[in-house]
């Protein structure tokens, strides 16, 4: 079984591409915080490459920005290159079966200023009084309650 699950934080704006036969594919790196901290307390991370292609890429690019948290799920694909130097070299990268994001969506104007030149209508609160049923009773409460046919589900 080949199954990864990740969750970190994208390193740069993603950046569409689009094949020859147009379809979108995203390449872009998590960074991803490991468990332990070291000597001085801070955390490293990891810095992983991931490839998202056709909706997945086309989410990244239109929803996701640089810092916002992600967790994607995939499998691990490793691939081999011959340089220029006529050395091979290995890569691995995460293909993504499912990405989503986990950053807060950014609400605009959440409390809008009020006008000046308007009113300002504030609700006003009013204490609901109970009353306290016997509670040896049953039934408390049910039999004084009004409920008609149609409020019923069934």
Excluded at 23 to 42: H, L, P
Excluded at 59 to 83: C, D, H, P, S, W
Excluded at 86 to 115: A, F, I, K, S, W
């Amino acid at each position: 079984m080949n199954k990864v699950m990740l969750t970190g934080r994208i390193t740069r704006d993603p950046e569409v591409k689009h094949t020859s036969t147009g379809i979108s594919q995203v390449r872009f790196s998590i960074a991803v915080d490991r468990q332990y901290q070291d000597a001085s307390g801070n955390r490293q991370a990891d810095f992983i490459n991931c490839v998202a292609w056709r909706n997945q890429a086309d989410f990244l690019a239109n929803y996701v920005r640089k810092g916002y948290m992600l967790a994607i799920e995939g499998r691990l694909q490793t691939n081999n290159y011959q340089g220029q130097d006529g050395m091979m070299h290995y890569t691995m990268e995460v293909l993504c079966d499912r990405v989503e994001n986990l950053t807060p969506r950014q609400t605009q104007n959440v409390n809008p200023q009020p006008t000046y030149n308007q009113p300002v209508e504030r609700p006003s609160y009013v204490q609901p009084s109970y009353e306290q049923a016997p509670m040896d009773s049953p039934n408390t409460g049910i039999a004084d309650m009004d409920i008609d046919d149609n409020d019923l589900p069934f």
